[in-house]
């Protein structure tokens, strides 16, 4: 069965750091790369039989490499000298060599990029529980927005049903808006299979989809 396996490449790194921990670029781009290659292995009456791999796509986007203004210590951050910054693009260029692994990169929405307090940090302050003076630069984190990363998934999986190019799909991703491809993948007589990596979707989902498959019990049991 000829498969194409696509991966939200934010949603993996963070659900990977939670549940296996922190490793370095090419560790975590051999881990995923085993991993994808486990969804090949289907057992059929026993026995297991190696699925035909199409392609692996990688949907990511560059790390962020502007200055960013920290509300608490009312300074610029310079992103582009962050450890993050050089992990993810190493991160990207390991991926890069893997045999039939594709990278689709989107872009990070600049206007929509900035220095927010945790929401479990907000909850305290409106319970009086701390004030603002007792906040710290942990209590803030990044938020960042994508853009171009869904559509070209959507796309991705449009043309490869079209065109009858694969048998079946894997998503690894965790609750997006993918119902309207994964509907037509299926009209189309593709199977479509959803790797959650563990992560809790809306049962609703099961309605637009032909299984759930996650092939690592560290995931499951976050």
Not at 179 to 195: C, N, Q, S
Request: glycine share 6%; charged share 30%.
């Amino acid at each position: 069965m000829k498969t194409a396996i696509l991966i939200d490449g934010g949603f993996y790194r963070k659900r990977a750091q939670k549940c296996l921990g922190e490793k370095t670029p090419a560790e975590r781009a051999d881990e995923l790369y085993r991993y994808c290659w486990r969804h090949l292995i289907d057992k059929r009456s026993g026995e297991r039989v190696q699925c035909e791999l199409y392609r692996i796509f990688y949907y990511d986007c560059p790390p962020i490499a502007k200055q960013i203004y920290h509300p608490l210590s009312k300074k610029s951050i310079d992103l582009g000298r962050s450890d993050k910054k050089v992990w993810a693009e190493q991160f990207f260029r390991e991926l890069a060599r893997k045999r039939k692994l594709a990278l689709r990169m989107g872009e990070l929405n600049d206007a929509a990029t900035y220095y927010n307090l945790k929401p479990e940090v907000t909850k305290k302050i409106l319970d009086n529980k701390i004030g603002i003076t007792d906040l710290a630069e942990k209590d803030f984190k990044l938020s960042l927005q994508q853009k171009g990363v869904d559509m070209r998934i959507g796309l991705d999986i449009a043309s490869m049903a079209y065109k009858q190019q694969v048998e079946r799909i894997i998503l690894i991703a965790g609750d997006s808006d993918f119902v309207p491809a994964a509907k037509l993948a299926r009209r189309e007589g593709i199977g479509f299979i959803l790797d959650p990596l563990g992560h809790h979707i809306r049962d609703s989902l099961s309605l637009h989809i032909d299984g759930l498959q996650t092939r690592d019990d560290h995931f499951r049991i976050m």
